[in-house]
């Protein structure tokens, strides 16, 4: 009993820490894609003010 206990628990963790880096890569993504547009919308400003 106590085996099999483990071994969900241990998958639960599994499971838990794979969403974990799910969620810092999706950040990391987000947080460059931002800066990109970010960028850009800077690169323009300064084209208009030139």
Do not use: G, R
């Amino acid at each position: 009993m106590s085996f099999y206990k483990t071994f969900f628990l241990a998958n639960l963790l599994k499971i838990q820490v794979s969403f974990c880096y799910i969620n810092i890569y999706i950040n990391i993504k987000n947080t460059l894609l931002f800066f990109f547009f970010l960028n850009q919308e800077i690169k323009i400003y300064i084209l208009k003010l030139l």
